[in-house]
C-alpha cells in the first residue's frame, strides 16, 4: 500500500472541544464569546489542535482578546505572537486574516458576536453571517456554534 495512503488512514481525528474545557460561558457576554470564537477561529485552521490552544492562550495572557486588542497591535506583533505559539507555517496568512476580520467584526457588528447573534433570526443564518467574517469557513463555524446552539433552543421554547 502507497505510504501516503496509510498517512492518511493513520491519522487520528481533531479532538472535539468545548467551551467549558477552557472555562468558558460562552452564553455570558462578549468576553466569554469573544474568547470562544478567537479560539475556535484557530481550531478551524489546518494546524494541531494543541497548537491552537497554546496560541490562544498566549493571547488570553496577554489581554488581546478583544477585537480591538487584536487590531492594536502590528502586524509584525502578530506575526511573533503567532509564533511563539508555534504556528509558524501559517503565521502571516493568520495574522492578515485576523486583522482583516477584527475589521468587519468591529465595523459590521460593533465588534460584538452576540449582536450578530442576537440579529440572527436562526441558526441557519447566524452561521452565514459567521461565514461572511474574513477566514471564517464551515468547520469554524461549526466548531463555534457548538456552544450558540442552546441560546437558539431557548428562543424556540
Known sequence: MDRSIQKK??????????????????LSGDDDMFRWFL??????KPIQSS???NTWRLFIERQIDTP???L???PRGLVHLLDEGRYTRYDEVTARSL????????RDYEGSLILMLESSENEDEFSKRLQKLYGV???????????TQEYFARRVE
Open 68 to 70: 480591538w486588542a487584536i
Open 51 to 53: 497548537v491552537a490552544a
Open 9 to 26: 488512514r493513520a491519522r487520528k481525528p481533531k479532538p472535539i472541544h468545548h467551551a467549558t474545557d477552557f472555562n468558558l460561558d460562552v
Open 99 to 106: 486583522r482583516t476580520c477584527m475589521e468587519q467584526l468591529i
Open 137 to 147: 469557513g464551515p468547520k469554524t463555524a461549526e466548531i463555534f456554534m457548538r456552544e
Open 39 to 44: 479560539l475556535s477561529y484557530l481550531f478551524g
Open 72 to 74: 492594536q497591535m502590528s
